[in-house]
Nanobody, 115 residues
Framework: QVQLVESGGGLVQAGGSLRLSCAAS????????MGWYRQAPGNQRELVAR???????NYADSVKGRFTISRDNAKNTVYLQMNSLKPEDTAVYYC?????????WGQGTQVTVSS
């Protein structure tokens, strides 16, 4: 059984910063991809950033240069440093982990950016 525990969401003013964390626990084959998606009201869930086991990263165009994804393989934890936040970054952010052949999602953490 794999569990994902997210933390770090909250309310911040535009231009501010937040750091999200997601710790994965479980057993079995190693983690491949770890990442973050987000979903704003009325919108589809979209990829924010992801990082593979060899540290290759991908970012949505809307966050490039502002967000940085990283991971600590020893702790099975992925981080999302979010800087220069904008009101349009407001959404529920979901941790996403590919562990062996399966995909797991976190429960979501709310990020609200006020103007």
């Amino acid at each position: 059984q794999v569990q994902l525990v997210e933390s770090g969401g909250g309310l911040v003013q535009a231009g501010g910063s937040l750091r999200l964390s997601c710790a994965a626990s479980g057993s079995g084959r190693g983690i491949n991809v770890m990442g973050w998606y987000r979903q704003a009201p009325g919108n589809q869930r979209e990829l924010v950033a992801r990082i593979s086991s060899d540290s290759t990263t991908n970012y949505a165009d809307s966050v490039k240069g502002r967000f940085t994804i990283s991971r600590d393989n020893a702790k099975n934890t992925v981080y999302l440093q979010m800087n220069s936040l904008k009101p349009e970054d407001t959404a529920v952010y979901y941790c996403h982990v590919v562990w062996g052949p399966r995909v797991y999602w976190g429960q979501g953490t709310q990020v609200t950016v006020s103007s």
